[in-house]
């Protein structure tokens, strides 16, 4: 597994690959590493739990040989846990399961973690903390949906950004990264910096203008968000 970088609060960049070429999946994981993303994010839909079907374990583990970094997969499936062992066979760095997605949220992630993945929690944009603050010590990770999962290209929530701030006041000291996904672009990544988010989920605003035979538009993008994420932090 790729996730053994020492904690930190640095801006990562978690490109989506719902945003790449399906039939050219390798070579986009390939292309947005080179161009200088931090994670490739996996977003897994099953068409029960969310409105689309994406990917299954065979497809993360097809593109893991292409990922040098930490493939960060997201389950927006349910139920779950038959499901974790596979998707850690599969090469998953993290795994992030939704609170919503089943009554038994906190075996979810002892199994995450017992299949060795770094454990993730999501939770849907009108999904509150107080269920959270009991599972804390149990993540790694908290992803915040700024919008509603199913589909890529959607608005950004300015709700949640309120959300985001209060949730790093209710992490303190723990190594626990908050990650947003949905709306997140050079306009948006600004505010969700600053209220304390580390890893950003971005699906077209870094694929856009670009392509496997001309990717240097990645990297403009990622370089873009990335900067205006952190002249926020400053």
Known sequence: ????????????IAPSILSADFANFGAECQAIEAQGCDWVHVDVMDGHFVPNITFGPATCAAIRPHIKGVMDVHLMIAPVDPYIDAFATAGADVITAHLEAGPHIHRTLQAIRGAGAKAGLAINPGTGLDDVKHLLDMVDLVCIM?????FGGQKFIHSQVEKVRDLRAMIGDRPVHIEIDGGVTVETAPLVAA?????????????KGGSVSNPAPYGENIRAIRAAAEAACA
């Open 146 to 150: 700024t919008v509603n999962p199913g």
């Open 1 to 12: 597994m790729a996730f053994t970088q020492a904690f930190n609060r640095s801006i990562k």
């Open 195 to 207: 209220a304390g988010a580390d890893v950003l989920v971005a699906g077209s605003a870094v694929f």
